[in-house]
Each structure stands twice: as structure tokens, then as C-alpha cells.
């Protein structure tokens, strides 16, 4: 039991996935993202029923206010915040 309890954890950590970026690269990384959403939700937007339209049109905004900030956070950091190194696991 131990083994395979073993062999497991260890098949796991292979696919857990370690990213090293500065707070400055997080925040562009995550307002490419969002950027990329409010441009996909466009899309879905125009091509809805039009009982659907209202739905995406305020999804887009939550994108578009979202890459707003991240924009806004990034040209207020100081170039140590910025430059404090981050790192994710998933």
C-alpha cells in the first residue's frame, strides 16, 4: 500500500506545474488574459441570440474593468514591488 500511495504522489507532483515571475510580469500576464476574454465575449456577444446579448455585453464589462485596473495597479508600482519575484504552483 505504501508503494502505490508513493507511486501516486510522485505521478502527481509530475503534473504539478511551478511558475517563478516577477508582481510586474503576474499583472501583464493577467491583463493579456483579461484583454483576451474581452475580446472573446465581443465575439459570443455578436454572435448570441438576443436574449443571450445582455448577458455577455455585461460579462465583457467585468473584462474591460478588470484590464482597467490591472493597468492602473501596474503603472503605480514602485520598481521593488515590482520586481518582488512570485511563484505559483498548480
Known amino acids: ?37 474581452y475580446t472573446i465575449t465581443g465575439s459570443m456577444r455578436d454572435r ?4 443571450e446579448k445582455a448577458h455577455w455585453g455585461k460579462l465583457r464589462d467585468v473584462y474591460r474593468e478588470a484590464y ?10 514602485s520598481d521593488e514591488r515590482a520586481a518582488t519575484q512570485l511563484r505559483f504552483s498548480f
Open 48 to 51: 448570441a441570440a438576443q436574449s
Open 68 to 77: 482597467s485596473v490591472l493597468n492602473s495597479l501596474d503603472n503605480q508600482l
Open 1 to 37: 500500500m505504501a508503494i502505490l500511495w508513493s507511486h501516486a504522489r510522485m505521478a502527481w507532483l509530475l503534473y504539478l506545474k511551478t511558475i517563478f515571475m516577477t508582481y510586474r510580469e503576474a499583472i501583464h500576464e493577467m491583463a493579456e488574459r483579461s484583454y483576451s476574454l
